[in-house]
Every structure is written in C-alpha cells, then in structure tokens.
C-alpha cells in the first residue's frame, strides 16, 4: 500500500552531517507510523528512530540521541533523519520503514514496508 525510497546518504568525515530522505507513495502517509533503521556491515538490521504518524511524539535509539532526529512532512509523504555529529560506528545501510497498527515499537519484524535502502559511510 505504500512505497519508500530512502535517498541522501554518501561519505562523510567524522563530525560531519548528512540528512536522509524517505519519500513514500500514497495518500495514506499520514496514518503511518515511520522509523528509521541501519544495518552495519555484518551484523544485524537495528532500530535508529520512529515517530508517531502526526509528529508529535518520537523515539531515538540510545547511540544516536542528541545527536540524530527524525521528522515527517505530511504535506510532501516525506520523513527525514537528520544526522549530526557523525561517527564512524554509524556507518551503515539505512532503512526507513512504515507500519499502519499506531505502535511506535523497535522491532523490525512489526514494520510491513521498508525501502531500498540508502549507505552511508562515515571516515576517520
């Protein structure tokens, strides 16, 4: 029911920003909850943040609050990440994800429409 497509990552220097994109199809964008999600090289697919189909309440994972922050568009199906501060231990495919059942969990398994995808590298 609804497609994401993840763009804005590239290489960065430690200490540096980057802010990814997530656009979705549909006119249904607005009843989702959306999070966002990374996967390091080999290991598994983690929780980075979700936020509540409105805005108005988000969660952040322990290794990236105070420095990463999810946001949404409505009016553009867009949801954002973000990222300051840079690590290298951020370096990672990152994956943003929809679920239509208004739970804000962490789970990958309850999120029924990821996209593609989008790598972000972060250098010394």
């Known amino acids: 029911q609804v497609q994401l497509v993840e763009s804005g990552g590239g290489l960065v220097q430690a200490g540096g920003s980057l802010r990814l994109s997530c656009a979705a199809s549909g006119r249904t964008f607005s009843r989702y909850v959306m999070g966002w999600f990374r996967q390091p090289p080999g290991k598994e697919r983690e929780f980075v943040a979700v936020i509540s189909p409105n805005g108005g309440t988000t969660y952040h994972a322990d290794s990236v609050r105070g420095r990463f922050t999810i946001s949404r568009d409505n009016d553009k199906n867009t949801v954002f990440l973000q990222m300051n501060s840079l690590k290298p231990e951020d370096t990672a495919a990152y994956y943003c994800?929809?679920?239509?059942?208004?739970?804000?969990?962490?789970?990958?398994?309850?999120?029924?429409?990821w996209g593609q995808g989008t790598q972000v590298t972060v250098s010394s």
């Open positions: 994800a929809a679920r239509a059942d208004n739970r804000m969990g962490r789970d990958t398994r309850d999120y029924g429409y």
